[in-house]
């Protein structure tokens, strides 16, 4: 079982970029899907998570400004980052609990992907 981001890039404040999780592999079910993103000398903070059911939950921080949804069917995390702003510039993780075929849950991290944020 693997989860792999997409979607980070370069934007300028304001702007919006769209991030997607994939997990892929020998997956039984996907329970709680979450993005966290850590900024250059802090600690990894939890920007938003939704549950299998669609249940939500956001840092304050990104209240009103960014969406978590998910797509079920295709095992597929997404967010959405509108009026981004430049303390908004992380590297973006996404993060799974995950039930593979043999009934074993584990919590499981994408690679990370870049958004840098110009003021």
């Known amino acids: 079982v693997q989860l792999q981001a997409f979607g980070g890039g370069l934007v300028q404040a304001g702007g919006s970029l769209r991030l997607s999780c994939a ?5 039984l079910s996907v329970n709680t899907m979450s993005w966290y993103r850590q900024a250059p000398g802090n600690q990894r903070e ?4 939704i549950t299998r059911s669609g249940s939500t939950n956001y840092a304050e921080s ?3 400004r ?9 095992n597929t995390l997404y967010l959405q980052m509108n009026s981004l702003k430049a303390e908004d510039t992380a590297v973006y993780y996404c993060n799974a609990q995950i039930a593979d075929r043999a009934l ?3 919590d499981y991290w994408g690679q ?3 958004v840098t944020v110009s003021s």
Do not use: C, E, Q
Not at 23 to 27: V, Y
Not at 46 to 49: C, H, K, N
Not at 66 to 74: H, L, V
């Open 104 to 106: 074993k849950w584990g």
């Open 23 to 27: 997990a892929s592999g020998s997956i």
């Open 112 to 114: 990370g992907t870049l």
């Open 66 to 74: 960014f969406t978590i949804s998910r797509d079920n069917a295709k």
């Open 46 to 49: 939890l920007v938003a998570t």
């Open 62 to 64: 990104v209240k009103g």
